[in-house]
């Protein structure tokens, strides 16, 4: 198991009653279940935060495509998908 540690957090009344009532109709604790949402977050936080120092060391790079040519490319894909549901009907 994962060494864990004590936070104090501060949520609105509102907040607080919504996850009492998540915790009793799981049948879970509020902390586990704050602590699971927090993870979460976390997570998904962290992995905006890499894509976009990725896409900004790319550009820094000069690793780039000007916006008329990925519009171009985007715009043949929607349309080849169009045609192809065309085909389909």
Known sequence: MTASATMTIRVSS???LK???IAADTRRS???LAA??????VDCEL????GIK???????AGNIVP???AMAEVDAIIEAA????????
């Open 19 to 21: 996850l009492e009532r």
């Open 30 to 32: 509020k902390s586990f």
């Open 67 to 69: 916006h008329d040519e």
């Open 14 to 16: 509102e907040t607080k």
């Open 36 to 41: 699971e949402a927090i993870s979460a977050y």
């Open 82 to 89: 169009e045609a192809k549901r065309t085909d389909k009907a």
């Open 47 to 50: 992995e905006i935060i890499e």
């Open 54 to 60: 990725r896409g900004m060391a790319d550009a820094a």
